[in-house]
């Protein structure tokens, strides 16, 4: 049972120790006593260096990978495999390519034992929801990189999570189609406010979605080095706000308390 008042996520002291490529070293630490939270319909961007443990970080939180020390609790209950609080939103396609537009929606209602005429119904609905009203008969093939992104988007919505975990999920697009999807999530969060943490090396983009944004140091070791409040009023459109001027003191913040960890990550891409 949810323990009301609890995170609907928490991150507690999670070390991740993986055996290294590495002949000479037979360990790597990813992330080292890393504490993170998501509050109840909060919105949490986290961002980084290149390489240092962003994706990791979501994977212990989504269950897929089991931290060599410290606890994730889900709504102050103990994480037990999978997160079944969750929607996962990956960075890579996770379309099935066999299946139109409109069965990838269905999938997971059908995995539940929905009945296919309501799966139908409901998958019609997000699609429309989400732009893509007529294009449930295509395949991921037939569509565009922005309309693949928002099938995903519909495909992890749908199961009607109370978290939601993003791993750069925007990155692939061009800028327009970007700050159009951006403004789609914010319009579909803003409808039931929905816990989110989100990964992004974008450091404009994290400021622009959240209301919360968690900076991670270089790894190897990696953790949260600082973290800000993002006043910036809502509604908000991700083009027009980038232009005022609190935006840009956030931005000017925040990257000073990064830059140093970006030069150390690029510094130690090099070296690799």
Known sequence: MALQGAPALALENITVTFAARDSNDTRYTALKDATLTVAPGEFVSVVGPTGCGKSTLLNVAVGLLEPSSGSVKV???PLVGLNQKAGYLFQTEALMPWRTGLDNVTAGLEFRGVSREEAVRRAEDWLARVGLAGHGHRYPHQLSGGMRRRVALAQTLILDPQIILMDEPFSALDIQTRQLMENELLELWSADRKSVLFITHDLEEAISLSDRVVVLSAGPGTHPIGEFSIDLPRPRDVA????????????????????DEVLKG???TRIQ
Do not use: C, D, Q, S
Request: glycine share 4%; net charge positive.
């Open 266 to 268: 690029y510094a130690r």
């Open 75 to 77: 709504f102050g209950e």
């Open 240 to 259: 027009e706000i980038r232009l005022t001027p609190r935006f840009v003191e956030l931005h000017t913040n925040i990257w000073h308390a990064m830059k």
